[in-house]
């Protein structure tokens, strides 16, 4: 299967959760932080917020490599059959004040409650360009999915 048939699948699952869990690197080691998100139409981009303060701001200025988990489980045994994960690699960056407003539309109406916190100097939006997805269903399924450029 292709990126394009799992289109579908993967839009269900990052439209229906909030928060994912994102992963970086630092000097200190690796570092998981809950973050919510948004994610664009084409799943070529996740986008969140974190103020610069932070160890996933400073972890990513050392290193841009980041993974990114989002999961739909119930925690209940059913996950072993039911649940879908999908882990999103790349490439972060800082989104340029320049191009903030555009993507901070979409961040905004997933987010209402968040907007004083992404409107706030020391907040960055941020944007992971998503090079492959790792899909892991029926607890053993699992997909590599690369993004065509």
């Not at 570092?31 to 303060?53: G, M, N, Q, Y």
């Not at 992971?128 to 053993?140: D, G, K, T």
Request: proline fraction near 7%; charge should be positive; aromatic fraction near 8%.
């Amino acid at each position: 299967m292709t990126f394009k048939d799992w289109i579908p699948t993967l839009q269900d699952l990052l439209a229906s959760q909030p928060l994912g869990v994102l992963s970086t690197h630092g000097r200190a080691g690796p570092h998981a932080s809950l973050v919510a998100f948004a994610a664009s139409e084409d799943l070529r981009k996740i986008l969140f917020a974190t103020p610069r303060t932070t160890r996933k701001f400073t972890n990513l200025m050392w290193s841009v490599r980041a993974a990114f988990l989002v999961d739909n489980r119930s925690n209940t045994p059913a996950d072993f059959h039911n649940a879908t994960a999908a882990t999103a690699t790349g490439a972060v960056e800082e989104i340029p004040h320049h191009e903030k407003e555009a993507f901070l539309g979409p961040y905004i109406l997933r987010h209402p409650h968040l907007v004083d916190f992404v409107h706030a100097p020391t907040c960055a939006l941020m944007r992971l360009r998503v090079e492959s997805y790792s899909v892991v269903r029926r607890f053993q399924e699992v997909v590599e999915i690369q993004v065509p450029r």
